[in-house]
């Protein structure tokens, strides 16, 4: 049996379920919390930060993910601070400068106010959000994709680099990587980074109504929990 609690989100009083996470329960009561590597069904990790919030205890603030972050009676949650802001612009500046031939990160850059890139451009093809990982040992219980190595040199890969017999090609690992789906304008070749912004006039929808989700299409690329 389900057990509810009441949670504070912005100054608004929430019944949510205990246990779920704080940003499901925002997604669920259209708060928008913009995350990239939070998927339904799926265990979460904070991999990406991006849904990182402000949790006040005893008068303090600790920053932390949403994702990870399960609902308790009595909690106070500040999600558009800017505070919050700040970190989630400079989070999403970082993973447009590690992989911008990604719509779902061009996107969530925008979502998060990113006007200009400081950062050298690196065009990766992985942002180690684990999706791809989760969905393998989760929801298939195949277990035939991992992470490998640490710092520097970590990366998500089949054992010993060579895909397994026991690898059942479902594809459910591309279907939610969001390296998977290119800019509108095509791939960025090498020296040609930037930051897309073109889809900037989606957010024109929720400049009266900040921090609330209006069902905007940034994000939908990654199956955003708005359109599950």
Same mark, same amino acid.
């Given at each position: 049996?389900?057990?509810? &609690?009441?949670?504070?989100?912005?100054?608004?009083?929430?019944?949510? &379920?205990?246990?779920?996470?704080?940003? +499901?329960?925002?997604?669920?009561?259209?708060? *928008? /919390?913009?995350?990239? !590597?939070?998927?339904?069904?799926?265990?979460?990790?904070?991999? #990406?930060?991006?849904?990182?919030?402000?949790?006040?205890?005893? =008068?303090?603030s600790n920053i932390t993910t949403s994702c990870t972050l399960k609902a308790e009676e009595g909690m106070v949650i500040r999600a558009d601070t800017e505070r919050v802001k700040k970190l989630r612009r400079n989070i999403a500046e970082?993973? &447009?400068?590690?992989?911008?031939? %990604?719509?779902?990160?061009? +996107?969530?850059?925008?979502?998060?106010?990113?006007?200009?890139?400081?950062?050298?451009?690196?065009?990766? +093809?992985?942002?180690?959000?684990?999706?791809?990982?989760?969905a393998c040992n989760e929801l298939w219980k195949v277990h035939a994709r991992g992470f490998v190595g640490r710092g520097k040199e970590r990366h998500v890969d089949f054992p010993f680099g060579k895909r397994p017999d026991f690898c059942?090609? #479902? =594809?459910? #690992? /591309?279907?939610?990587?969001?390296?998977?789906? &290119?800019? !509108?304008?095509?791939?960025?070749?090498?020296? @040609?980074?930037?930051?897309?912004?073109? *889809?900037?006039?989606?957010?024109?929808? %929720?400049? +009266?109504?900040?921090?609330?989700?209006?069902?905007?299409?940034? =994000? @939908?690329?990654?199956? *955003?929990?708005?359109?599950?």
């Amino acid at each position: 049996m389900l057990q509810y &609690v009441n949670v504070s989100i912005n100054g608004a009083i929430i019944r949510a &379920v205990k246990g779920n996470s704080i940003l +499901d329960t925002a997604i669920e009561y259209g708060i *928008c /919390i913009p995350h990239l !590597c939070h998927s339904r069904n799926l265990s979460d990790i904070g991999a #990406c930060r991006l849904c990182v919030v402000e949790h006040i205890v005893n =008068g303090r603030s600790n920053i932390t993910t949403s994702c990870t972050l399960k609902a308790e009676e009595g909690m106070v949650i500040r999600a558009d601070t800017e505070r919050v802001k700040k970190l989630r612009r400079n989070i999403a500046e970082l993973l &447009v400068a590690q992989a911008p031939n %990604s719509r779902a990160i061009q +996107d969530m850059a925008v979502r998060c106010g990113v006007k200009e890139v400081r950062y050298p451009f690196r065009n990766d +093809d992985c942002v180690l959000c684990g999706r791809c990982v989760r969905a393998c040992n989760e929801l298939w219980k195949v277990h035939a994709r991992g992470f490998v190595g640490r710092g520097k040199e970590r990366h998500v890969d089949f054992p010993f680099g060579k895909r397994p017999d026991f690898c059942i090609q #479902c =594809g459910a #690992c /591309i279907q939610l990587c969001p390296m998977t789906i &290119v800019p !509108c304008d095509g791939p960025m070749k090498s020296g @040609e980074e930037r930051l897309c912004g073109k *889809c900037e006039a989606q957010l024109m929808i %929720s400049e +009266d109504m900040p921090g609330n989700c209006t069902w905007c299409k940034l =994000g @939908e690329s990654i199956a *955003c929990g708005r359109y599950v």
